[in-house]
């Protein structure tokens, strides 16, 4: 894999997907475009077809869980055979979803449960609710799983990985104190990328797949290395995250 990697991008959030993918491609960064439900992954799918470099991923979005019915969550299930990716997935216990915590729970929990989940790469939702979502992931023993914009304790930072788990940045993150703290406490073999976007800013305007070269360099200048070494370190990455599924 030459192409560098944008982890989590919610491709229909922005206004022309295509354009976006087409930059995208002329900087050499393929996409996993992430869903929140069955619905908007079919979606995807069969808007993007086999549209090379761009990853269409499965997911039941934690925030969404008061919505989701048993049948939402069988139909998750029967599509997994079809997935390359799985995301957004995970838990939430901000405000925004501390009265769904149970149902969140028992979707999370299905879904790991599930012997063909571990056989592909996720991307995990975990905010105010990291214990949780590492002790789950942990004992599902998940080879492929990446905590998307992990915003949580660093005390926990070890067990993330010593559990073998996945961090991805993004452009956002390079900018505040949380993140620049979680960047000095993570080893450079262990980080993807990624861009949340068009949730995540980059500057005044919403994050984009090309955007990821600037977070290289600011990675770079972190490791010590030149740009171009960063990108080999997490291209070897990618690669390293492929192969454990």
Sequence with gaps: MNALLD???????????????RQAADASVDVVAVSEDPG???????RLGRRPGVHPALGMHPLRAHSFTPADLARFLRMLPE???IGEIGLDYSPAGRSTRRAQLRIFEAILSDPRTGALPMTVHS???????????????AAA???HWYTGPLTLVDD??????????????????????????????RILL?????????????????????????????????PEHATQQLQSNQQRLLSST
């Design 160 to 189: 993330a990985l010593a559990a073998g788990l996945w961090f991805s940045v993004n452009p956002a993150m390079t900018t505040s104190v949380k993140g620049r703290a979680l960047l000095d406490a993570l080893p450079p073999d």
């Design 127 to 141: 905010r105010g609710a990291e214990k949780d979502t590492l002790s789950r992931l942990a004992q599902t023993g």
């Design 194 to 226: 990624e861009t949340d976007g068009p949730f995540a800013r980059y500057g005044k305007r919403p994050a984009r797949p090309a955007d990821l070269a600037d977070v290289i360099v600011h990675l770079a200048t972190r490791w010590a290395l030149t």
């Design 145 to 147: 799983a990446i905590l």
């Design 83 to 85: 997935a390359e990716w």
């Design 40 to 46: 908007e992954y079919r979606l995807l799918r069969a």
């Design 7 to 21: 982890s989590h991008c919610h491709l229909t959030g922005y206004q022309d997907p295509v354009a976006v993918l």
